[in-house]
């Protein structure tokens, strides 16, 4: 990446970065909920080895997790910025720029005990890297997005763009898709955008709460001796719940649990899916459990989980978390979900947006139950050796030492 603003210059007369070899880091997020940037950010700011602290933009549940982690948060929040949305950033941000300014100035402001500042979401992006001329900090921004014109409006792509290329000395991305989309967009070298999965904590996800599926599911209310499908994550129409409804409505004895909630401003798509259900027939074959903290145990209550986004997902931590609960996963297959599932082997894909296609491999899975057992073992297995907490942080610690060294290897290590 290039930049504009010059080397960065600590005014602390002894770098923290002379005294240690990890860097410290001021995190950045917008969220106060708990989507899955969030959640990948808790375990590297838990266990950073030098001076940190997550500065979040709105406050929320995720707060209280980070505090539980002994992580140190701060909070500067704007609810005109909050309110912004991006695939609707137009010139309406205009009546926000009083809060903008107030948000660039206290990012700029926490930064200054920082070696690195690490941007972790698209507003933490913006505010973060239009405030260089004020910290003069290197920035680190981990891409969880995949930067399409599907994702995202001309004017965020725009900004985004420029701030890669002028701005920000370091981008991470959680898949190869989401780093060869900020490639096309950013005309940056492919090598400037190494990729870093995320860690799933496999020992989480495979550990048993209850003695059986049975106890399981009458702890939740759950129907027992059916056939149950899951799809975890938050409502809204890109992750593709109406598509999974209408995979319902054409298996007369299936039954499908919706767990998450409607987030960031969902709730319009979350009454069109009880609508679609209504006008489906399917209400009495299907459960909205909300937004759950105890993931594994519910994934282990069913018996295959579906992921049904209908445009290509950046990451998709829910279908790793299925592997790891050793569930038979059955993906949309797009995006970053093509670098987890490797169809036939450890999962199944599927056309996304494709009904009749998630159909075929619901039954299919479903009348192979040998098959998906072996699909199982082998997913497990890729779980552990790709996509544990272990190996994500010492690929991000690594690349953190990195750019705290300005972007050269770390010879001590
Ligand atoms: N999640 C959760 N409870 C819910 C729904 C989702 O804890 O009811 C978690 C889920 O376990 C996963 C994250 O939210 O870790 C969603 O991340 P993912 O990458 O799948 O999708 P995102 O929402 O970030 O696009
Ligand atoms: C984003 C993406 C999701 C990814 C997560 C963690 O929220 O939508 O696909 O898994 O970030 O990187």
């Given at each position: ?28 997020d917008q969220s106060g909920q708990l989507g899955g940037a969030e959640f990948s950010l808790m375990p590297l700011a838990a266990t950073w080895g030098a001076s940190r ?69 698209q507003k933490a992006l913006v505010l973060g890297a239009l405030g260089k001329p004020l910290h003069r900090k290197r920035i680190v921004w981990y891409l969880h997005d ?39 967009l950013a005309h940056c070298a492919t090598e400037d955008v190494p990729v870093v999965h995320n860690g799933i904590d496999l020992e989480a996800f495979s550990r048993a ?205």
């Open positions: 990446m290039h930049t504009l603003a010059p080397v960065a210059v600590s005014s602390d007369p002894v770098p923290p970065t002379a005294r240690t070899n990890t860097p410290s880091v001021l995190f950045v602290e997550v500065l979040l933009l709105s406050d929320g549940p995720f707060r209280t997790r980070l505090e539980s982690l002994g992580v140190p948060v701060s909070l500067a929040c704007e609810a005109s910025v909050s309110g912004i949305r991006k695939d609707t950033l137009r010139l309406n941000w205009l009546g926000a720029l009083p809060g903008i300014v107030r948000q660039v100035r206290a990012i700029a402001r926490h930064a200054e005990s920082f070696d690195i500042l690490f941007l972790n979401t995949v930067m399409s014109s599907e994702h995202f409006g001309p004017l965020q792509r725009l900004v985004v763009r420029w701030l890669t290329r002028y701005a920000v000395d370091h981008v991470i991305a959680n898949s190869r898709a989401s780093a060869d989309s900020l490639v096309t709460d209850a003695p059986d599926m049975g106890a399981l599911r009458r702890q939740f209310g759950l129907p027992e001796n059916v056939y149950l499908a899951g799809l975890f994550g938050r409502l809204a129409p890109w992750k593709g719940q109406h598509i999974a409804l209408e995979a319902l409505a054409r298996m007369p004895d299936l039954h499908l649990v919706l767990v998450g909630s409607a987030m960031f401003g969902e709730e319009a798509y979350e009454k069109a899916l009880h609508e679609q259900a209504a006008r489906l027939g399917v209400q009495d074959r299907l459960i909205f459990a909300g937004f759950r903290d105890d993931m594994p145990a519910w994934m282990q209550a069913v018996d295959v989980i579906l992921h049904t986004s209908t445009e290509p997902e950046p990451f998709g931590r829910v279908i790793v978390e299925g592997m790891a609960a050793g569930r038979p996963v059955i993906a949309s297959a797009a995006g970053g979900v093509t670098e987890i599932v490797n169809h036939g082997r450890n999962g199944w894909l599927v056309q996304p947006g494709n009904p009749a296609a998630l159909v075929d491999a619901i039954e299919t899975v479903r009348r192979a139950p040998a098959m998906a057992s072996a699909l199982v073992r082998e997913a497990r297995a890729e779980v552990a050796k790709r996509f544990s907490v272990d190996v994500y942080l010492e690929r991000m610690k690594a690349l953190l030492a990195r750019a705290g060294n300005g972007g050269k290897a770390d010879k001590s290590a």
